[in-house]
């Protein structure tokens, strides 16, 4: 019997379910961009899911008795078991895909730890209680930017693996469209009208915090040369802590006895007194001041004689190399935010082979434990080149000893880096002198055959030489601490008792700006110190990596061999295998 | 499980015996060589070279997986010794795992040369190795995904030049997503990333095990296999 062809239009209606599915599933997906890019699409998604639904519908009635047909037969079972497996596979497959992207962690293969966070900030991130959203802007057209961006990725894609709290978001804006989803970021979320571009812009419900590109690399030199040293870790870290910290710490810098300046201008000082040597770009803290900001301090100037007392609000004061002695009023008010207020102190100090030095800080340390010696400088003996050729000079700095560094907070994370430390006091350290609950500690030491030279004249020329009688035995304490001590029945790890906190470091001048560019340990020693003394202990020793760049020159020998090797070698070995079984398999 | 080394040991044989075993890997041997001869030059950076070296089989994986697997079913479907395959005392799961080691492990003597490159950077200079080894587990997941995706093409598929020509396909469609997906912040390009094989790898060559990337290729590599188990199984029913 000879059935009637289906009418073309009734095979039309079979296209037509496949077209509603691809029309519902299209408006899904049409829902989800318009999502992401903050566009109203909700008519044209309702409207493509409506007219899918439809078009399945008339489908389905329209072609009832031939769908139920195909579906008895044997094939189709077939068929039908093989797709409901597939999309079970596929379904299963993607759930635990899922799973994956939700809990996640990365392991760090790299030698160096690249790719590895620091301890700190883990910490910060287990202690992130709110949700932050990450943006980076910047522009794919600029070769720089778009390799930082790539370190940026790397580190916030690392971030994202340690909390559920922080959400990613990448602008290009050389890519279109973006401008639109920038603007709707900017009024939406961040509440304001521009942002610097390239940078990463951290934001809260409440508050925002931009890190620029410029910042997250730097240029240095070190031991192995200059190189280049991304800082995104400690970067992102301190703008998280900023975000969720509810305010900046306050640093006070005592000023009016010829202290270093945080600032590249003059401090104003009063007639009489010691100006404060500034002016000079090279000359002043303003790096260490950058850092300090960054890490979500204010630093203010404090005139400790006209004030009369240390402000309420000092998370630490910070003596950047007093020339001139302070008065007693001075030491009275310093001593009372000490001892009464349990205060925080940071003193660099500096020894008289810089000209005019002459303070009281004796005075006033030594009732701490730390005895500084101004009249000395520390020397250490140091390789130089001159016309007679490459030998040890006894030179007024000293480079702190890795392996003597006492374990300390203050010096967390600090073993890999260089320090150097010039013109520095030398300090030495005497318990029996401290009050009972503080601990006096040498904090950093140079190596063995560095001591305090008595004899500054000679240090100023470079021909110091050791004097048992009359030096200072090494090797040179030039950084000490003073904590209170923990009580006997103190539990290990509970909360550190209160009490002062103070940080002596020998030489002001290791920490002006041509001192920490050429030497940027000494920076990272400065902040971690500010951020113990301030209490600021998840801040602590966030190094910065170094770019994995190893250049090397290659010989026209192993080029030419690489050439040889690799496109005629390996190649035609193979090849001859190849003939050779062709040959046994012949015979 | 125990038929599935004596299955391996077959495929190894039969691809060793076969020229086109020879002629694919003399290809990628000498595509390889000269795309990194290229890379070579008189300053270079040892850790971006050893990246290049391992990235390089991104590309020439999609042109040498389906002519290595075209044939691990599509022969058997097209002479009909399937058959004898099916009815002999062997699991499907086991002619599959079996067949797909065979060409992982042909695919391991294929990357013979990438060792010999990152030998040669070694002797240059000293330069980090954890980012080899970690690339060279990627490089080993994404292999064994993209056989996993020619072994389905040839179990589906009785020639071999249309699995091939599938499977060449599937790849294509895959590393455009990524194309697709590149440098795009949106969900749909997040997603189109994410299926795509080459994305997961990158990661890999810098040093970074991630357990998303770890998951995806696992995941997906089973998936598959399991989807062959399956179509050999439909077969059977016929």
């Not at chain 2, 030998?119 to 954890?130: E, N």
Request: aromatic share 8%; with cysteine.
């Amino acid at each position: 019997m000879r059935t009637d062809p289906t009418p073309r239009w009734k095979t039309l209606t079979r296209a037509g379910i496949a077209l509603g599915l691809l029309l519902a599933c299209a408006g899904f997906v049409l829902r989800d961009i318009s999502a992401r890019a903050f566009v109203e699409r909700d008519i044209v998604s309702t409207g493509l899911w409506l007219g899918g639904a439809l078009l399945i519908g008339l489908g389905v009635i329209l072609n009832f008795r031939a769908l139920l047909g195909a579906l008895r037969s044997t094939r189709t079972a077939e068929q039908i078991n093989f797709a409901v497996v597939l999309v079970l596979a596929l379904a299963i497959a993607g759930l635990l895909c899922y799973i994956s992207t939700r809990r996640f962690w990365r392991m760090d293969w790299t030698g160096a730890g690249q790719h590895r966070l620091h301890s700190q900030t883990v910490n910060i991130l287990k202690n992130l209680d709110r949700d932050v959203l990450a943006a980076t802007i910047y522009s794919s057209g600029q070769p720089g930017d778009f390799y930082i961006k790539g370190r940026i990725a790397d580190l916030l894609e690392e971030l994202k693996s340690r909390t559920p709290h922080i959400e990613t978001m990448y602008l290009d804006l050389d890519s279109p469209g973006t401008q639109q989803r920038l603007r709707k970021l900017l009024q939406e979320r961040l509440h304001i009208d521009n942002v610097p571009c390239p940078s990463v812009v951290f934001a809260t419900e409440a508050r925002h915090e931009t890190v620029l590109f410029e910042n997250l690399v730097e240029s240095s030199r070190g031991p192995q040369g200059s190189l280049n040293v991304f800082k995104g870790e400690s970067a992102f870290a301190g703008a998280l802590v900023k975000l969720t910290e509810e305010k900046r710490a306050t640093l006070y810098a005592l000023t009016g006895h010829g202290e270093k300046s945080f600032e590249p201008a003059p401090p104003a000082s009063r007639p009489g007194q010691a100006r404060g040597i500034a002016g000079d770009p090279a000359r002043s803290m303003s790096r260490a001041l950058k850092a300090l900001k960054n890490a979500y301090y204010e630093v203010k100037p404090l005139d400790l004689a006209a004030v009369g007392k240390v402000p309420d609000d000092c998370d630490a004061l910070v003596l950047a190399g007093p020339h001139a002695p302070l008065s007693e009023g001075e030491m009275k008010a310093i001593r009372a935010y000490l001892d009464e207020r349990k205060g925080a102190a940071l003193f660099l100090l500096d020894s008289r082979i810089t000209p005019h030095v002459k303070t009281n800080m004796a005075e006033l340390l030594s009732a701490y434990g730390i005895e500084p010696h101004e009249e000395a400088v520390g020397v250490s003996l140091q390789l130089v080149l001159d016309a007679v050729g490459v030998r040890q000079s006894p030179q007024p700095m000293v480079l702190v000893d890795p392996q003597q560094m006492a374990n300390h907070p203050a010096t967390k994370d600090l073993e890999a880096q260089h320090i150097l430390l010039q013109d520095p006091c030398p300090l030495r350290v005497r318990p029996e002198t401290a009050p009972e609950n503080l601990r006096p500690l040498a904090l950093l030491k140079g190596r063995t055959e560095s001591w305090g030279e008595s004899d500054l004249d000679a240090a100023r020329k470079n021909k110091a030489t050791y004097e048992p009688d009359k030096d200072m035995e090494g090797p040179v304490v030039v950084g000490a601490v003073v904590e209170p001590r923990p009580s006997l029945s103190q539990s290990p790890g509970a909360e550190t008792p209160s009490g002062p906190r103070i940080v002596a470091l020998g030489g002001s001048e290791s920490f002006l700006n041509y001192s920490v560019e050429s030497v940027p340990g000494n920076l990272y020693l400065l902040l971690n110190c500010v951020n113990w003394a301030a209490g600021k202990v998840q801040m602590l020793g966030i190094p910065p990596k170094t770019m994995e760049i190893n250049v090397v020159s290659v010989s026209g020998g192993a080029l030419r061999a690489s050439r040889y090797i690799f496109m005629g070698g390996i190649p035609g070995l193979i090849v001859v295998l190849g003939v050779v079984v062709w040959l046994i398999r012949r015979r | 499980m125990i038929n599935i080394p004596v299955i391996t040991k077959r495929e190894l044989g039969a691809y060793f015996l076969s020229p086109i075993a020879y002629i694919v890997l003399t290809a990628f041997a000498l595509m390889h060589g000269i795309l990194f001869s290229l890379q070579v030059g008189p300053s270079m950076d040892l850790q971006a070279a050893s990246r290049y070296a391992l990235a390089l089989p991104i590309y020439l994986l999609a042109l040498a997986a389906p002519a290595l697997t075209m044939r691990l079913f599509s022969e058997e479907i097209r002479s009909g010794t399937i058959e004898t395959l099916m009815t002999a005392p062997v699991t499907e799961t086991e002619v599959v795992l079996g067949k797909f080691l065979g060409a992982l492990i042909f695919s391991a003597v294929m990357f013979t040369p990438i060792m010999a490159e990152i030998v040669f950077l070694r002797l240059l200079g000293p330069w980090d190795v954890g980012p080899v080894l970690s690339g060279f587990l990627g490089l080993f997941l994404l292999t064994a995904q993209i056989l996993a995706i020619g072994l389905l093409c040839s179990a589906l598929s009785r020639m071999q030049i249309a699995s091939a020509i599938i499977n060449f396909a599937i790849l294509i469609g895959l590393y455009f997503l990524w194309i697709l997906g590149r440098g795009q912040t949106a969900a749909w390009a997040r997603l189109l990333r994410y299926a795509a094989p080459p994305w997961h790898y990158l990661s890999f060559t810098r040093g970074v095990v991630d357990t998303r990337d770890l998951a995806y290729y696992v995941v997906s590599t089973g998936a598959l296999l399991f989807l062959s188990v399956r179509a050999l199984q439909l077969r059977k029913w016929r």
